[in-house]
């Protein structure tokens, strides 16, 4: 079950809510159904809600789903839980989004050393006399005859024995394991035959490339009405396995084909990404005389294949990005790809690059192989539509210029071990073709950002497969 927790503020401010909303009845990224808990404690640090929103609700954005909200009491233990499950039989019956909001109150300051008298005097006056509400329950269990004082007093003593236990265990043990906080999907990933870990070759049987190439120049057939333009691709493709010659897109294709006919399920995900933003990909071909008549083709080259998801994404980079970010946290053993329609684009994405991308490795303890691809040159589309800003990704690598790496017989494992993600320029279709198998053969997993020349779509970048 899908729950996300939120404060009442930042559920009325952040765009990335509005995003994510608008993912949640879409085919490729619907969690179908996820409850959202809003702490609503009537302000924001020290901004009051007259002048941090427009709406009378700080929850009335979920209306744009159509999404039901509960308003409940928080105070109010009972009506809470009755609450928060008639939202779970929502989401189990309909799958569809539910909101909760928690009218509640922030009892102290923001933090230790924020003191909310200033800025909420009236208010604060009230919360400090107001009970606690485990105090407002405990009466009303003693007052209805459900508990006694005594029992209550065990209650807690047992819950207070629990964390000083916890506690004292945690300073006998102070030693940190990273292993510790692995998701359990993770079981596989980090291990070795002992000693150190070693990469494992990433290239391929020419025969297997060959069958792959064929298999993505083939036409459906069956009646489908190829798209002219398109079938002369498939043809000008076919052309080029003839002659054992591989572009950026047929390179991406084999990369992709040979991990799905290893079992490894692979995930492109993005704006306009089944074409593709230059035209050059087409993973996804449409019936050009039946209405949502389509044909994968990536799904049609072994019989015993993983699955293949393409999958053009909404307008929306930041809640795009961090919805495969966290495909890939869940899924290590997949292939998960997320694509910018123009590399500069990834500007909206910032905080998923800069808070858990570039630094969760050593901020979050979590690794992830999710790749990154920006597509971007200088070739007169205007601004905005020029440049990836390598340079940012390079000032987030943890690579210090002024020390030299010792060199040692695992130099180049060792490097790719210690760095916090991978900035490749990939200049031919075999740099991309290995880069992207390498993501699965490694035996842990880095984010990889992969700014490339639009040019590379279609000028004669190509590499012969005998070489």
């Not at 969690?31 to 009051?48: A, E, S």
């Not at 008298?117 to 009236?122: A, V």
């Not at 043990?173 to 998701?183: A, I």
């Amino acid at each position: 079950m899908s729950i996300l927790l939120h404060g009442d503020a930042a559920f009325a401010g952040q765009g990335v809510v509005y995003e994510t909303f608008h993912l949640s009845d879409l085919p490729h990224y619907t969690t179908r159904g996820t409850i959202h808990v809003v702490v609503n404690n009537q302000i924001g640090f020290t901004t009051d809600p007259r002048v941090a929103r427009s709406s009378p609700y700080c929850t009335d954005v979920a209306k744009v789903v159509n999404a039901p909200i509960f308003h409940v009491n928080a105070d109010d233990v009972e009506a809470v839980m009755q609450v928060c499950h008639a939202a779970a039989q929502w989401r189990h019956v309909y799958h569809k989004d539910v909101v909760i909001d928690l009218v509640c109150y922030r009892r102290n300051g923001h933090n230790e050393s924020d003191d909310p008298k200033f800025t909420q005097p009236l208010m604060y006056q009230k919360i400090d006399n107001h009970p606690k509400s485990l105090s407002i329950y405990k009466d009303k269990l003693i007052g209805d005859g459900v508990v006694s004082e005594e029992e209550y007093q065990e209650e807690v003593a047992k819950y207070e024995q629990i964390c000083e236990d916890s506690f004292q265990a945690a300073r006998e043990n102070p030693t940190f394991k990273v292993e510790s906080w692995l998701d359990s999907p993770w079981k596989d990933v980090n291990k070795g035959d002992g000693g150190m870990l070693s990469i494992k070759p990433t290239g391929v049987e020419e025969t297997v490339l060959v069958h792959i190439g064929y298999a993505m120049s083939t036409h459906p057939g069956g009646g489908f009405t190829v798209h002219g333009g398109v079938n002369r691709m498939l043809k000008q493709r076919k052309q080029m396995v003839d002659d054992r010659i591989v572009d950026w897109a047929l390179g991406e294709g084999m990369a992709f084909g040979s991990l799905l006919k290893d079992g490894v399920h692979v995930r492109l995900s993005g704006q306009d990404v089944e074409r593709g933003t230059f035209s050059h990909r087409h993973h996804l071909l449409h019936d050009q005389k039946k209405d949502r008549q389509s044909y994968k083709v990536l799904d049609h080259i072994y019989p015993n294949q993983a699955s293949y998801t393409v999958c053009n994404s909404s307008l929306s980079e930041y809640a795009v990005l961090g919805f495969e970010l966290g495909f890939s946290l869940a899924s290590p053993e997949s292939l998960v790809c997320w694509e910018a329609q123009f590399g500069d684009f990834n500007n909206t994405a910032q905080c998923i690059i800069d808070q858990f991308l570039s630094c969760g490795q050593d901020k979050w303890h979590r690794q992830n192989g999710l790749v990154v691809l920006l597509p971007h040159g200088y070739e007169g589309m205007g601004p905005e539509h020029s440049s990836a800003r390598l340079e940012r990704f390079l000032q987030m690598s943890n690579d210090d210029a002024d020390e030299l790496p010792g060199w040692n017989d695992n130099f180049e494992f060792q490097q790719l071990h210690d760095a916090n993600w991978i900035v490749a320029n990939c200049t031919t279709p075999a740099n991309y073709f290995h880069i992207l198998r390498r993501q699965l053969v490694l035996p842990f997993r880095k984010p990889v950002q992969l700014p490339w020349n639009n040019s590379v779509f279609h000028c004669l970048v190509m590499v012969y497969l005998s070489s």
